[in-house]
């Protein structure tokens, strides 16, 4: 009887662990970033390399930053989203330009809408290696105090502006 005991019992642990693991979203990857402050940087801006940018220029409000880059498919899918949402001026959206050439990323915006208050430009990633970025898009919610609060790994759809980052925005602006 204890024979048909152990294999009912890996059995069970097996159920449970992945019941377990169906229960979480996979684009919710805990960032260990979340409640840290953003890593400091300083890239040229996009559209002017001679102009530079800093996080710390953003202390006192809170802001988005979006990674994207012009070879990016779904980028292309969330830049109608981002582009209409930047026109409530709710909150500015600062993005990072990864890996990309300069070129391709002003076309892709002059031909898509440019969503941004400012775009960088992390030509060699490294910025993007500091935020823990591993595929493009991604967005994260900084609050005033110039701490990461939220991390969205994939395209922003209006589902996620409405239910995840804006109710956060609102807090976070109290």
Same mark, same amino acid.
């Given at each position: 009887?204890?024979?048909?005991?152990?294999?009912?019992?890996?059995?069970?642990?097996?159920?449970?662990? %992945?019941? =377990?693991?169906?229960?979480? $979203?996979?684009?919710?990857?805990?960032? #260990?970033?979340?409640?840290?402050?953003?890593?400091? %940087?300083?890239? #040229?801006?996009?559209? /002017?390399?001679?102009?530079?940018?800093?996080?710390?220029?953003?202390?006192?409000?809170?802001?988005?930053?979006?990674?994207?880059?012009?070879?990016?498919?779904?980028?292309?899918?969330?830049?109608? !989203?981002?582009?209409?949402?930047?026109?409530?001026?709710?909150?500015?959206?600062?993005?990072? $330009?990864?890996?990309? @050439?300069?070129? /391709?990323?002003? $076309?892709?915006?002059?031909?898509?809408?440019?969503?941004?208050?400012?775009?960088?430009? /992390?030509? /060699?990633? @490294?910025?993007?290696?500091?935020?823990?970025?591993?595929? !493009?898009?991604?967005?994260?919610? =900084? $609050?005033?105090?110039?701490?990461?609060?939220?991390?969205?790994?994939? #395209?922003?759809?209006?589902?996620?502006?409405?239910?995840?980052?804006?109710?956060?925005?609102?807090?976070?602006?109290?």
């Amino acid at each position: 009887m204890a024979r048909f005991l152990i294999p009912f019992g890996i059995f069970i642990a097996l159920v449970v662990f %992945f019941a =377990i693991g169906l229960e979480h $979203d996979p684009r919710e990857i805990p960032s #260990p970033l979340i409640n840290k402050p953003a890593p400091a %940087f300083k890239l #040229p801006q996009l559209h /002017d390399a001679t102009q530079s940018f800093a996080p710390g220029k953003m202390l006192g409000q809170v802001w988005l930053l979006n990674v994207w880059a012009s070879w990016c498919v779904s980028c292309r899918e969330e830049q109608p !989203v981002l582009v209409a949402f930047a026109q409530s001026h709710s909150v500015p959206i600062i993005g990072l $330009d990864y890996k990309d @050439r300069r070129q /391709d990323a002003l $076309d892709w915006l002059r031909q898509l809408g440019d969503p941004y208050v400012l775009s960088v430009s /992390d030509a /060699d990633g @490294r910025v993007g290696i500091d935020y823990g970025v591993y595929g !493009v898009p991604e967005t994260y919610v =900084i $609050d005033k105090q110039g701490v990461i609060r939220m991390k969205h790994i994939g #395209p922003v759809t209006m589902q996620v502006l409405q239910e995840k980052i804006m109710p956060l925005v609102l807090a976070l602006s109290k």
